[in-house]
């Protein structure tokens, strides 16, 4: 697998019904370990470096029965699949009753066939942990009630809060469903005490054992278990039960034996709330970069720039994306007009990049999480046949290897704003050069790109060949102008250009 890639690419499966999805197009039922391999070729031919197989542990029999009678869900499924049945709902793949392969999946030689086989495709493995909860129905409930934030009657919680359970001692408890603390209970979970020296240690030796199976592990809702979110989140629990808060930090106890065993494993960290940078302090190789999504859908290339700006080194340890299993497609969300823009902008932007299946094709429906079937959708073919073009272009050492900078943009002219609208990107690895910019604005805009010191040192005529141009088209710079002034450019609503250079 491309382990060195500078700027590694993560492709995003919902394993049960992308499986189930496969096994009827190909006629014959599929374990995981059976897919073809050119079926793993194809996605490293895009320029894939992991496969993120989402929602693959065994469901929980508890939240598939409240996922199906939950309030919210149970009207959407029938929008989405209109000859829905009650046996498409399998709860939801973050509430986990243990860390075994669902069985529709295969077994556990399937998970380790899996990960070979996507090895001979060049590609590395990523699977999921939960740190924050587990399902209602895992066995560490009963048996060990005291990992939980959890009390014996009369419960601090309120109505909804909690669940009632029988535990092994004999006691009857009330465990508190998952959350953090801006939303109402996860109602099929059951809540973590992340304060708990057992809780942190058995979380440990989990994380270590799944660390073992494969080459990343993505952490969901990594911040909730930080000691400040915690307490905020459980304050009124923690005062009843007289909890205080650990001298370490949770992911420093956590995250320690997993480095340990296998320090080449990728781990990353979804996060909110600008605590990123926390998380990658504590440990993490990546953090998922919602802010940065939030800008671009907003078609904000000044707001866009300077995000990445304020990032400095830490950029390449971002994980972009336009899409993933939390969020509406990307089809939906962005304008058509401005769907190719984008694309540009989130396949050229340093740092590691996501890519969810059905986004190159342009899918539009989100999938619930709770089913393991999905619907049946057209491709978008003019713009799949142009977003395979532009990561067949950005496939490149100067792409994938290569030192990536987010550009100064300049006014065209005193007092000049339509410069706000540019955002571009140099690239450079030996002797190869490559230039994007782009205006994901609605007015032509107008502006110079000044390039980072030395970029064209040893150049004397600059070719830039815009090879997303139809025709492609070739334009010939003065080296010394270009240093002096900067690159002009000019671009209608919605257009880019993505050049290439070579001595």
């Not at 600008?274 to 998380?279: I, K, P, S, T, V």
């Not at 205006?439 to 030395?454: D, S, V």
């Amino acid at each position: 697998m491309n382990a060195t890639a500078e700027h590694p690419q993560i492709y995003e499966i919902n394993t049960r019904p992308w499986l189930r999805s496969l096994s009827e197009r190909l006629g014959r039922p599929l374990s995981l370990g059976a897919v073809p391999g050119e079926v793993w070729e194809s996605l490293r031919d895009l320029g894939m470096d992991f496969v993120w197989l989402m929602g693959v542990w065994r469901p929980s029999e508890q939240s598939s029965r409240i996922a199906l009678e939950h309030p919210d869900l149970a009207p959407v499924y029938p929008t989405v699949l209109p000859d829905f049945l009650p046996e498409d709902v399998s709860g939801s793949p973050y509430a986990v009753p243990d860390y075994s392969l669902n069985p529709l999946l295969g077994d556990e030689n399937d998970l380790v066939e899996v990960r070979r086989n996507l090895h001979k495709a060049g590609l590395g493995l990523i699977l999921d942990f939960v740190p924050n909860h587990t399902a209602p129905d895992h066995p560490w409930v009963r048996s060990h009630p005291r990992r939980y934030v959890q009390s014996t009657p009369p419960a601090p919680f309120g109505p909804g809060e909690s669940f009632s359970v029988v535990c092994e001692d004999g006691e009857t408890r009330a465990i508190a469903h998952g959350r953090d603390p801006y939303f109402l209970p996860w109602t099929d979970t059951a809540q973590l005490c992340a304060f708990h020296g057992d809780t942190r240690r058995a979380l440990a030796e989990e994380a270590a054992r799944i660390a073992e199976t494969c080459d990343g592990i993505r952490f969901d809702m990594a911040m909730l278990p930080l000691n400040a979110v915690f307490s905020k989140t459980w304050k009124h629990w923690l005062d009843q039960a007289v909890v205080s808060s650990p001298d370490t930090e949770f992911w420093e106890d956590v995250l320690g034996p997993v480095k340990r065993g296998r320090p080449e494993c990728r781990l990353i960290a979804e996060v909110y709330w600008d605590l990123e940078y926390a998380l990658l302090d504590l440990g993490f190789d990546y953090a998922c970069d919602k802010t940065a999504y939030d800008i671009l859908r907003g078609l904000n290339a000044e707001g866009y720039r300077s995000h990445l700006h304020a990032q400095g080194p830490r950029m390449r340890n971002m994980i972009r994306f336009l899409e993933n299993h939390d969020e509406e497609r990307m089809a939906s969300v962005f304008p058509a007009e401005a769907r190719r823009a984008v694309a540009v902008i989130h396949a050229v932007t340093p740092g590691a990049r996501l890519f969810q299946d059905g986004q190159l094709e342009g899918f539009k429906i989100r999938l619930p999480l709770q089913l393991a079937r999905e619907p049946r959708q057209e491709q978008d073919a003019g713009f799949s046949g142009f977003y395979r073009k532009v990561l067949a272009l950005t496939n490149s050492p100067v792409f994938r290897q290569g030192s990536g900078a987010v550009l100064d943009v300049l006014p065209a002219a005193p007092g000049a704003e339509d410069f706000r609208s540019l955002i571009g990107f140099a690239y450079r690895e030996g002797l190869r050069r490559s230039v994007v910019v782009v205006n994901p604005g609605e007015r032509t805009a107008t502006g110079w790109l000044r390039f980072p010191e030395g970029f064209w040192r040893g150049w004397e005529e600059i070719h830039l060949r815009d090879r997303l141009a139809e025709p492609e088209e070739t334009y010939i710079r003065e080296r010394k102008r270009v240093e002096d002034e900067g690159l002009y450019v000019k671009l209608e609503p919605f257009r880019f250009h993505l050049m290439t250079a070579s001595l």
